[in-house]
């Protein structure tokens, strides 16, 4: 383990525990910045998939979600949930920041007669029971800021409904080898794609204030498997022609060349047309725990 000094940010291992239980003071802190940067794009009640600007209204990754229950982790203000609530789907927001979920209720107070529901959680310990939900999914949330994302499917699996529908969006994992930055110099890669050590902020005191993981395709594909997850569909949305609209290493530069965000679209296992029952445990070779 590298050893943290004040005031860094660089790309190191970080004692799991540390890294994971940063990102609920991170996003207390910085609710307000983040809403004043991109509260305008993300709308009160809008449902955009990721910086390219894709919106479920246009690309229903959640298939039709009349009558069905449907939970949002890692919601942030809660856009997306509130979004579906106001077309009368029945959807729950969760998040692990208090502050990110106020400003959820600000943007309720603001908007008469919409409530959305918020819970305050740990999208690796819903407090919901078991196969309540038909519909799971999160823009960017929880996955990218814990150590052990397995967790996260695996709770997610265990929310869902046999044959549920679980979408994430993520950082495209291309993007970690090259430099967070939008324009030309965003265009050459500085560093392996294979390299799995998170981006780490430090505080003062050089303990992780901030802390983002890094997983490739085969990653993610190993880790939703595992959790008894069938992949359906991996969108990579190309960048809009006349979008030129930044969003930190998100842009029309780079857009024009590279992937900046990947859709993992999946289906609970065990109710998957043509899969065996094996398939909803850990696939074969992979750690169950
Ligand atoms: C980039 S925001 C995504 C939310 C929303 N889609 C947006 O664009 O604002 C990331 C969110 O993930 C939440 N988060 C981080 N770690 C989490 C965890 N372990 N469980 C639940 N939420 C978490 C943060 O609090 C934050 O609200």
Redesign the pocket.
């Known amino acids: 383990m590298e050893r943290l000094l004040p005031n860094q940010a660089r790309f190191a291992h970080v004692p799991v525990e540390a890294g994971?239980g940063a990102?609920?003071g991170w996003?207390d802190a910085n609710?307000a910045d983040?809403?004043a940067e991109?509260g305008d794009f993300?709308g009160p009640a809008d449902f955009r998939w990721c910086p390219e600007g894709l919106r479920e209204q246009d690309m229903r990754l959640l298939g039709d979600v009349t009558g069905r229950r449907v939970l949002e982790?890692?919601?942030?203000?809660a856009?997306?949930t509130r979004w579906l609530v106001a077309r009368g789907v029945d959807a729950v927001a969760?998040?692990?920041?208090g502050g990110?979920l106020r400003a959820g209720l600000a943007l309720d107070a603001a908007a008469p007669g919409v409530r959305t529901p918020l819970v305050q959680?740990?999208?690796?310990r819903l407090p919901f029971a078991g196969a309540t939900f038909d519909v799971a999914f999160?823009?960017?949330?929880?996955l990218?800021?814990?150590p052990d994302a397995s967790v996260?499917h695996r709770e997610v699996a265990r929310v869902l409904r046999p044959g549920g529908r679980w979408v994430f969006a993520v950082t495209h994992p291309l993007r970690w080898a090259f430099p967070d930055d939008p324009g030309e110099r965003g265009l050459t890669a500085i560093r392996s794609y294979f390299d799995r050590r998170p981006y780490v902020e430090t505080d003062e005191h050089g303990a992780v204030a901030y802390a983002e993981y890094h997983r490739t395709v085969g990653d993610h594909v190993a880790e939703l498997v595992g959790a008894g997850f069938v992949l359906e569909r991996l969108v990579e949305p190309p960048w809009p022609e006349g979008h030129d609209r930044t969003w930190g290493g998100w842009g029309p530069v780079r857009g024009a060349l590279l992937p900046g965000t990947a859709i993992f679209v999946c289906r609970r296992a065990d109710q998957v047309p043509g899969a065996g029952p094996a398939a909803a445990g850990p696939a074969p070779g992979l750690p169950a725990g």
Not at 73 to 77: L, P, S, T, W, Y
Request: hydrophobic residues 55%; contains cysteine; aromatic residues 12%.
């Open positions: 994971g990102a609920r996003w609710a983040y809403l991109h993300l982790v890692g919601a942030g203000a856009q997306c969760t998040d692990v920041s990110m959680a740990d999208a690796r999160t823009a960017f949330g929880a990218p800021f814990v996260v």
